[in-house]
């Protein structure tokens, strides 16, 4: 068992605080709001994730968990230490300012510390800002990794808890064997590389995933004004067996086909910053990295696609009552940052509609133009006498919906399906009027 020390409360933070805590650690999550501290010494999760509320309770009640704003002895009681800071851009490259600020903070109670320490980078930053940023605000001696992290919101406890892989980053031998002791009951491959390599596996394993997806995207706009429907390119694609080979009469269909799908763009905390600092980068290192350039172009604009369709149906969206299902960058997490759903409210705004949003968890940031939305209790407020409908998040709640739901409640039964989650026949057939990313209505 290890006694480690956790700076940020964040997503990040607290999903790794406790699912090491439940790997037989000891943990101590240091954050900045002593109401979210006391939250948690409660056993209550400050953000909607699966699973997260029970689990911080469960290992509360087990005294493997605590949290606490006292940085200093937080870390001064522990063996390890590890950054999970945000990393925001700023200008379109990353800002290591919190990352320096808790490494300073860090350095100052280690340099009285006898006992071995090692800290650990979990934040995702650009390649060498451990060993060049990190390493030199810190007393000499002291153990260094760092650490990606790859869990997805919205399965971050079940991502945390079993890994499908472990990568450590380690400034000598010594590092990485103490440091991987926190994860000694987890069985997945766990890859030692050096500092640079795990800061570029993070970054290229983003990068990846958000290319698929703008990759997609292109495609459903070249179906779309070819007057095919994308989802029967994707339905018939995905059955190559490059992609889903089939073994032993089963068609095994990895993970990433999920992100060759056609839909609004992808938002969240990580791929659009990560895409954005990566680019800075590697054109500081004198590569121009078109391909991420081209994912980003392609990414900024996906949201208006559904605008579009929108306005090929109503003409003027002046005065006109739109409902939108869904602000959460996707569904089962109330994270709203960098969400489709705020650049497409945002825009429904500023051509003058009148906006009808709900979402069954998350809530919409503070802000002139959000203060201009009407927000919904239910989907079907959302839905009353509205003249159409943009489904942007694929809440469960909301793949349940009938086209009898939209007709029997709005005004003009228009519905954009962004996340091509409706069966298009079914709901043409009933009399709505269907589109969604990559298919358009051709009546
Ligand atoms: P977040 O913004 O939700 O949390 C960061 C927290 O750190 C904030 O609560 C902030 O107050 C706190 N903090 C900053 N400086 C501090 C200090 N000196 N002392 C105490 N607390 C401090 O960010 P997040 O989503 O948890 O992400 C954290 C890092 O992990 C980022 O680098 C991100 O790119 C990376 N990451 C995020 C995800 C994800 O899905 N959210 C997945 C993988 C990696």
């Given at each position: 068992m290890k006694k480690i020390s956790i700076i940020g409360t964040g997503y990040v933070g607290l999903v790794t605080g406790v699912s090491l805590a439940a790997l037989g650690n000891s943990v101590v999550c240091v954050g900045r709001q002593e109401s979210k501290a006391k939250d948690i010494n409660h056993g209550k999760s400050p953000y909607y994730e699966p699973g997260l509320d029970s689990l911080i309770k469960d290992m509360v009640k087990k005294k493997r968990l605590t949290a606490t704003t006292d940085f200093d002895m937080a870390v001064a009681n522990s063996d390890i230490t590890i950054l999970a800071v945000g990393t925001p851009t700023i200008n379109n490259k990353i800002d290591l300012t919190a990352i320096k600020e808790a490494t300073r903070q860090i350095a100052n109670v280690l340099k009285n510390k006898k006992i071995y320490h090692v800290v650990a980078v979990k934040s995702t930053v650009v390649p060498g800002a451990t060993e060049n940023i990190v390493k030199p605000l810190l007393p000499s001696g002291v153990g260094l990794c760092m650490n990606p992290e790859f869990l997805r919101e919205g399965n971050a406890v079940e991502d945390a808890l079993h890994p499908d892989r472990i990568v450590i980053g380690q400034l000598n031998e010594k590092s990485g064997r103490v440091f991987s002791e926190i994860y000694k009951k987890n069985t997945c491959p766990k890859i030692f590389t050096s500092l640079k390599t795990a800061e570029l596996i993070k970054y290229t394993s983003n990068a990846l995933f958000a290319a698929l997806i703008s990759f997609s995207n292109e495609i459903a706009r070249i179906s779309q004004k070819t007057g095919v429907d994308v989802v029967n390119v994707w339905d018939a694609v995905h059955l190559d067996n490059r992609l889903a080979p089939v073994v032993n009469g089963k068609r095994i269909r990895p993970g990433f086909i999920s992100y060759l799908y056609s839909g609004p763009g992808f938002g969240g905390s990580c791929?659009?910053?990560?895409?954005?600092?990566?680019?800075?980068?590697?054109?500081?290192?004198?590569?121009?990295?078109?391909?991420?350039?081209?994912?980003?172009k392609i990414n900024d604009s996906q949201p208006l696609q559904t605008i579009a369709l929108l306005q090929k149906e109503l003409k003027s969206l002046k005065g006109k009552k739109i409902a939108v299902l869904g602000f959460s960058?996707?569904?089962?997490?109330?994270?709203?940052?960098?969400?489709?759903?705020?650049?497409?409210?945002?825009?429904?705004?500023?051509?003058?509609?009148?906006?009808?949003?709900?979402?069954?968890?998350?809530?919409?940031?503070?802000?002139?133009?959000?203060?201009?939305?009407?927000?919904?209790?239910?989907?079907?407020?959302?839905?009353?006498?509205?003249?159409?409908?943009?489904?942007?998040?694929?809440?469960?709640?909301?793949?349940?919906?009938?086209?009898?739901?939209?007709?029997?409640?709005?005004?003009?039964?228009?519905?954009?399906?962004?996340?091509?989650?409706?069966?298009?026949?079914?709901?043409?057939?009933?009399?709505?009027?269907?589109?969604?990313?990559?298919?358009?209505?051709?009546?």
């Open positions: 791929f659009p910053k990560d895409t954005k600092a990566f680019r800075a980068y590697a054109q500081s290192i004198g590569e121009n990295a078109q391909v991420i350039d081209s994912v980003i960058f996707k569904p089962d997490t109330d994270d709203i940052r960098e969400s489709p759903a705020l650049t497409i409210i945002s825009e429904l705004i500023r051509l003058k509609a009148h906006v009808i949003a709900h979402d069954p968890v998350a809530k919409l940031p503070d802000g002139t133009i959000f203060k201009q939305v009407t927000v919904a209790p239910s989907v079907s407020k959302a839905l009353e006498k509205a003249d159409g409908v943009i489904v942007v998040t694929s809440w469960q709640d909301y793949k349940k919906l009938t086209p009898d739901d939209f007709k029997s409640k709005m005004k003009q039964a228009i519905v954009v399906d962004a996340r091509r989650i409706y069966d298009k026949n079914t709901f043409v057939k009933a009399g709505i009027r269907y589109s969604g990313i990559g298919y358009e209505n051709e009546n």
